[in-house]
Nanobody, 119 residues
C-alpha cells in the first residue's frame, strides 16, 4: 500500500500564494504519475495538474495554467503544487494522488488539505 499525506493548505487573500506538499510512503516503487485534484463545496472533484515520473510530461487544467506549477522530488517521494495569483474560485479541498504503475489508475489518495482564498 501507499500512503499520501498533504500539507501546506490555509487561508490566503486573493493574489497571494501557497505551496502544497504531498509525501508518499510505503510501496512507493509502485507509483508513477502524481497529480493534484480539488473539490469545491457542491462541485465534483476536478483535475488540477499532473506530472510524470521523470517530469517529462506535465499537464494543467486550463483554469490554473500560468498560475500553478507542479513539481516532484523522487528522492523524497514528494509532489508539490506552487499556487500563485490565487483567486477566490480556487477555494477547495486539494487532494494529491498517485498512479499505480500496474493498474494505471490513481489508486492512492491523500486526505485532502483545505485552501481558502478570500476576496
Amino acid at each position: 500500500q501507499v500512503q499520501m499525506v498533504e500539507s501546506g493548505g490555509g487561508l490566503v487573500q486573493a493574489g497571494g500564494s501557497l505551496r502544497l506538499s504531498c509525501a508518499a510512503s510505503g510501496r512507493t516503487a509502485s507509483i508513477y504519475n502524481m497529480a493534484w485534484f480539488r473539490q469545491a463545496p457542491g462541485n465534483e472533484r476536478e483535475f488540477v495538474a499532473a506530472i510524470s515520473w521523470g517530469e517529462t510530461s506535465i499537464n494543467y487544467a486550463d483554469s490554473v495554467k500560468g498560475r500553478f506549477t507542479i513539481s516532484r522530488d523522487n528522492a523524497k517521494n514528494t509532489v508539490y503544487l506552487q499556487m500563485n495569483s490565487l483567486k477566490p474560485e480556487d477555494t477547495a479541498v486539494y487532494y494529491c494522488a498517485a498512479q499505480d504503475i500496474y493498474t494505471g489508475r490513481y489508486d492512492y489518495w491523500g486526505q485532502g488539505t483545505q485552501v481558502t482564498v478570500s476576496s
